[in-house]
Structure formats: C-alpha cells, structure tokens
C-alpha cells in the first residue's frame, strides 16, 4: 500500500508543473508570435497604431552598432512604416524632432490610400541631422509627422542598435565603432604557452 502511495505522490509532483503550464491558456504571451513593433504604443493619447486614419505599425530611429554610440551633432535616419486608411491619399510634407535634431525629408513622401509605404526603402527618406546628445541605443525621440489632409501626429520614436533585426540596415553616418574587446591576461599567458 505504501509503494503505491508513493508512486500516486511522484506522478502528482511529475504532471503538476505540466498542469501549472497549461492554465496560462492559448491568450498567453508566450503563445503569441513575438514580433517588435516599437512604434505601436508610443502614439500620444491614441491607441490601435496611429490617429486621424494614419496608421504606422512600425518606426524607429536607427541608432549605432551594439556597443558603439552616434556622435553628437551627428545623424540617425528615421524608418517608418505608414498606412494611409483615409479614402484620399495623402503626403507626409514635414518632420519635426523640436530641440534634438533638424529632422529632413528628402521629398514629401506619398501616401496612396490603403497601400503600406516604407520610408526606409530603397534608401532612407527622413534624417535627423545636428543630434543634441550622443545615442547609443534605447532612447526616445519625440517626432510631430506633418501630413496635407491629416494634420500633425505625434509619436516617441526608439533608437534601436543596429544588430538582430536590423543588423543588415546600412550603418547611420558618423557612428563610432564598437570598442574591440581586448585579450585577457589569462588568453595572452595561454597562447604564449602554445
């Protein structure tokens, strides 16, 4: 009767971690794909990725290599997804980034309803140029997006680093390079060993 006892206990203990896994149910993080999307809730007083039928389901601010930094006064270009949900097209005619940066769009950028426009590709079309602060990564830039028919939406946009995802961005101008790790004493004494 004891043996049997303590096989029902083990068994208990086995599935009970199991059991405690499945109570999260099929709404939990971890049963969603994760895909960054920085830009999805750093609108100002909004929700749902945008305001005024502007959506942008993502946006950064391409910072320096992991361990690196943008120099002050330097430049970071801005990559934006936008979808314009109104009945018209419309244009993003400026940006503006307040006391961080002069932000410069190329040519106002074209919004044809319904279509999903990169600003990025095939080179970036918005820059910030005469940055205030050195970035390494991490920060937030608030930036007002002036259109011809929606107005101004505001948004904090992150600076990311320029590795995982986005390691095969072309590198922003004026970035320092990452330090390179130096030897250790104890790499030097076994090498010279050999």
């Given at each position: ?7 029902v206990a083990a068994a208990v ?140 939406v505001s948004m904090n946009v ?7 995802e986005f390691k095969d961005y ?25």
């Amino acid at each position: 009767m004891t043996r049997r006892r303590w096989i029902v206990a083990a068994a208990v203990f086995l599935v009970a971690p199991v059991l405690a896994g499945c109570s999260a149910g099929f709404d939990a993080n971890t049963n969603k794909p994760y895909a960054p999307n920085e830009a999805g809730v750093l609108f100002d007083q909004a929700k749902n990725y945008g305001m005024h039928g502007i959506q942008i389901p993502q946006a950064f601010i391409l910072g320096p290599d992991s361990g690196a930094q943008l120099a002050w006064r330097g430049s970071a270009p801005v990559y934006l997804n936008i979808l314009n949900t109104n009945g018209a097209s419309d244009t993003l005619t400026a940006v503006s980034a307040g006391t961080v940066a002069t932000a410069k769009v190329a040519a106002p950028i074209q919004l044809p309803s319904n279509q999903l426009v990169n600003t990025g590709k095939p080179s970036p079309q918005i820059m910030l140029e005469g940055i205030s602060k050195a970035l390494r990564g991490g920060e937030s830039i608030h930036l007002d997006l002036q259109f011809a028919n929606a107005g101004v939406v505001s948004m904090n946009v992150p600076v990311v680093t320029r590795s995982r995802e986005f390691k095969d961005y072309p590198p922003a101008p004026n970035a320092t390079a990452a330090p390179t790790p130096s030897p250790s004493a104890s790499a030097e004494a076994t090498e010279a060993a050999h």
